[in-house]
C-alpha cells in the first residue's frame, strides 16, 4: 500500500499539471491556427513526441547530477524524519521536480494536440460564429462556449492520459529510485516473487479503472445528452 500511495501521488499530480498546461495552451493554439505561434507549438510537440521518455528521463538526470540544484533520485533525502512539517515538504516538492516534469513533457504534446484539434472543430461550428458576430469576447467565447462544447473527446481522453502515465511512471520510477509500484515490481520480477508481481500488476490495473471510471463521472456530469440517454 505503500509503494501504490508513492506511485498513485506522482501519477496523480503528473495527471493534474499536464492537463492545466495542456488545456490553455490548446485553446490558445487553436486561436491561432496557421500563424507562427502555432506552427512553433506544433513543432514543439513534435519534437517532444519523438523523444522517448527513457531519454527525456536520463537527459534530466544528467543535468541534475551537472547543476546539483535539485536531488538526482529518491523520494527523500537523508535525515527526512528529523525535520519539521515544512522542511518535510519542502524536501518532498524537490525530489518530485524531475519525475513529474519527465512524465509531463512526456504526455504533454499529445494532450495539446487532442485539445487544439477538438477546439478547432468546434471553433467552425455556426453557433461559434454566432456568438462572434455578436461581439462576444474573445476570452469568454474560447472558454465558456468552445471549450465546453469540445469537452467531451477530451474528459474521454482523461481516462487514456491516466492510463497512459501511470505505464509510463512505472518505468520513470525505476529510472528515478522513486519507491512506487515500478522498483517493487521490477524487484519481484527479478526474484521471480510471483505474488508480489500480481500485486503490484492487479494495483496498477484498478488505478487504470478507477481513471476510466472517473473520466466517465466527468462526462455524465458535463453532458445532459449522456445523462437523458
Known sequence: MVRARNTLLLTT??????????????????????????RLTL???????AVPELVLALGFLYWVVR???????GMTSAGFEDLGTWGKLWDLMAHLVVPLA???LGSLPMLVRHVRASMLEVLQT???QAARGHGVGRTRLLF???????ANPLISLFGLS???????????EVIMGWPGLGPLLL?????????????????????????SFLADVMLVIVDPRVRAA
Open 126 to 128: 455556426p453557433f461559434i
Open 162 to 172: 491516466v492510463a497512459g502515465l501511470l505505464s509510463g511512471s512505472l518505468l520513470i
Open 187 to 211: 524487484e519481484a520480477s527479478v526474484s521471480r516473487d510471483i505474488y508480489v508481481v500480481v500485486g503490484a500488476v492487479m494495483a496498477s490495473t484498478l488505478f487504470m479503472i478507477l481513471g
Open 144 to 150: 465558456s462556449y468552445a471549450l465546453p462544447a469540445a
Open 13 to 38: 499530480l503528473a495527471t493534474l499539471l499536464a492537463w492545466m498546461v495542456a488545456i490553455p495552451l490548446g485553446v490558445w493554439i487553436a486561436n491561432r491556427s496557421g500563424k507562427w505561434e502555432d
Open 67 to 73: 547543476m546539483h540544484l535539485l536531488p538526482a533520485g
Open 102 to 104: 519527465v512524465l509531463v
Open 43 to 49: 513543432a514543439a510537440t513534435s519534437f517532444f513526441l
